[in-house]
Nanobody
Framework: VQLQASGGGLVQAGGSLRLSCAASGRTFSSYVMGWFRQAPGKEREFVAAISWNRWNGGSTDYADSVKGRFTISRDNAKNTVYLQMNSLKPEDTAVYYC????????????????WGQGTQVTVSS
């Protein structure tokens, strides 16, 4: 699986951005997809994750710091996962990475098998 993240940029505090992560391969729906971020001088941290099954759709997980502001979603037909980021704050500034694995636990722990190259998000105050 190859992951290509995009959509980062410079935005003022309170603004919005939507990140996308396009995945290669024909088994996208079987993967749990996640987003992490890493700010300068800080460790990489979990942002959100989304799984999917044919019976009840996708379930999501969020870091407390982004709950109510960020929304993760996926379009299995397009092999793409999204991260809608609203009410952005300067502390959201980081490089955002998408990740994929068949295990929800590994994705949330940051141990997913596959990682994208990262996209920079900068929020000015």
């Amino acid at each position: 699986v190859q992951l290509q993240a995009s959509g980062g940029g410079l935005v003022q505090a309170g603004g919005s951005l939507r990140l996308s992560c396009a995945a290669s391969g024909r088994t996208f729906s079987s993967y749990v997809m996640g987003w992490f971020r890493q700010a300068p001088g800080k460790e990489r941290e979990f942002v959100a994750a989304i799984s999917w099954n044919r019976w009840n759709g996708g379930s999501t997980d969020y870091a407390d710091s982004v709950k109510g502001r960020f929304t993760i979603s996926r379009d299995n037909a397009k092999n793409t996962v999204y991260l809608q980021m609203n009410s952005l704050k300067p502390e959201d500034t980081a490089v955002y990475y998408c990740t994929a694995d068949t295990s929800r636990g590994r994705v949330i722990a940051g141990n997913g098998d596959y990682w994208g190259q990262g996209t920079q998000v900068t929020v000015s105050s």
